[in-house]
T-cell receptor, first 117, second 114 residues
Framework: NAGVTQTPKFQVLKTGQSMTLQCAQD?????MYWYRQDPGMGLRLIYY???????DKGEVPNGYNVSRLNKREFSLRLESAAPSQTSVYFC????????????????FGPGTRLTVL | ELKVEQNPLFLSMQEGKNYTIYCNYS?????LYWYRQDPGKSLESLFV?????AVKQEGRLMASLDTKARLSTLHITAAVHDLSATYFC??????????????FGKGTKLSVKP
C-alpha cells in the first residue's frame, strides 16, 4: 500500500500561472481533503470531499477549485496563482463515515511545496 | 467558530524530564486527534480520542480528553531526543457525527536536548 500519494513534490510558478496538484489514495477511503500549511499557522482546510461525487469548501477556499475524479483521486487547481498561495499543500484521506476506535483518523500524503513568484 | 489553541507553542526540554502540552478548543466536539510532524515531512497520526475521559498511551506519550473542559493533554514522560518534532492537535467540527472537518492547532515545536 502506497497510502496517500501527491504529485508534484515541488513546484515554482509565476504569478498568474495555473496548475493542478494531484492526489491519490489506495486505502478505499470515502473522504479526502486538501490542506495548506503556512509557518506558524498550523494546517488549514481548503476543500474536502466527504464522498465520491461531492465537494465542499473548507476554511480557506478562495483561489482554489477541486475535482473528485473518482473514489481514489482528488485534485486541487490553482487557476491564477498568487504569491499568497506560496505554501506546503497536503492531501489527506479518511474513512470518516465508519464509527470505530479510529473514527475519522486522517492519513496524510507527503506534501507539495509550492512557491509562487 | 471553532478555535483550537495549543500551548506552549515552543518547548525546550531536557532528556529525562516530563512535560505536558495542552490543547483547548472553543465549542463542543467529541473527537480529537494528535499528530506528529518531523521537519520537512508529512503528518503522522499518534492518537485518536473519541469520548470524554479517553486516555491513550504509546511509549513515552500519553494523551487524554476531557470534553466537558474542552481540553486535551499530551503528556511526555522521560523525554528522549527522538521525540523532538512538532505536535498538532486537531478537533472535529461536527459533534455527534463526522465529516472529517478538522480544525488544527498551531502546533507545539518540541526540542529535547541532552
Amino acid at each position: 500500500n502506497a497510502g496517500v500519494t501527491q504529485t508534484p513534490k515541488f513546484q515554482v510558478l509565476k504569478t498568474g500561472q495555473s496548475m493542478t496538484l494531484q492526489c491519490a489514495q489506495d486505502m478505499n477511503h470515502n473522504s479526502m481533503y486538501w490542506y495548506r500549511q503556512d509557518p506558524g499557522m498550523g494546517l488549514r482546510l481548503i476543500y474536502y470531499s466527504a464522498s465520491e461525487g461531492t465537494t465542499d469548501k473548507g476554511e480557506v477556499p478562495n483561489g482554489y477549485n477541486v475535482s473528485r475524479l473518482n473514489k481514489r483521486e482528488f485534485s486541487l487547481r490553482l487557476e491564477s496563482a498568487a504569491p499568497s498561495q506560496t505554501s506546503v499543500y497536503f492531501c489527506a484521506s479518511s474513512e470518516a463515515w465508519t464509527p470505530g476506535d479510529k473514527w475519522g483518523e486522517q492519513f496524510f500524503g507527503p506534501g507539495t511545496r509550492l512557491t509562487v513568484l | 467558530e471553532l478555535k483550537v489553541e495549543q500551548n506552549p507553542l515552543f518547548l525546550s526540554m531536557q532528556e529525562g524530564k516530563n512535560y505536558t502540552i495542552y490543547c483547548n478548543y472553543s465549542t463542543t466536539s467529541d473527537r480529537l486527534y494528535w499528530y506528529r510532524q518531523d521537519p520537512g515531512k508529512s503528518l503522522e497520526s499518534l492518537f485518536v480520542l473519541l469520548s470524554n475521559g479517553a486516555v491513550k498511551q504509546e511509549g513515552r506519550l500519553m494523551a487524554s480528553l476531557d470534553t466537558k473542559a474542552r481540553l486535551s493533554t499530551l503528556h511526555i514522560t522521560a523525554a528522549v531526543h527522538d521525540l523532538s518534532a512538532t505536535y498538532f492537535c486537531a478537533v472535529d467540527m461536527k459533534y455527534g457525527g463526522s465529516q472529517g472537518n478538522l480544525i488544527f492547532g498551531k502546533g507545539t515545536k518540541l526540542s529535547v536536548k541532552p
